[in-house]
């Protein structure tokens, strides 16, 4: 079966940096495009990146561009989310998701679009 496995959350300072790992298995995964999410409590999920299969093209929020990098290495089956300049109001659990193909790229931040989830991981971040 599918799975999805993120790690590389915890604990880090405001103006810090962390990179998340999302490894996949059980599907043909150059072919998925990956996205990140996050859920802050008291709050809804909210998207916050995306790329495609080939990894040509990437999607952010307005509230991440410039500080955060999604990346993915087709041969490890993994995705990444490099976080630089880390802010109190990016501390949220942030699950990776894997949409079936084709992307929507004009849907993407929706998460119905998405069939796949990890458990997510807590990124922490103290001001």
């Not at 307005?62 to 802010?87: A, C, H, P, W």
């Amino acid at each position: 079966q599918v799975q999805l496995v993120e790690s590389g959350g915890g604990l880090v300072q405001a103006g810090g940096s962390l990179r998340l790992s999302c490894a996949a298995s059980g599907l043909a995964f150059s072919s998925f495009p990956m996205a990140w999410f996050r859920r802050a409590p008291g709050r809804e999920r909210e998207s916050v990146a995306a790329i495609t299969g080939g990894g040509a093209d990437t999607y952010y929020v307005d509230s991440v561009k410039g500080r955060f990098t999604i990346s993915r290495d087709n041969f490890e089956n993994t995705v990444y989310l490099q976080m630089n300049s880390l802010q109190p109001e990016d501390a949220a659990v942030y699950y990776c998701a894997a949409q079936v193909p084709p992307f929507n790229r004009d849907r993407w931040r929706n998460s119905y679009n998405y069939k796949y989830w990890g458990q997510g991981t807590q990124v922490t971040v103290s001001s």
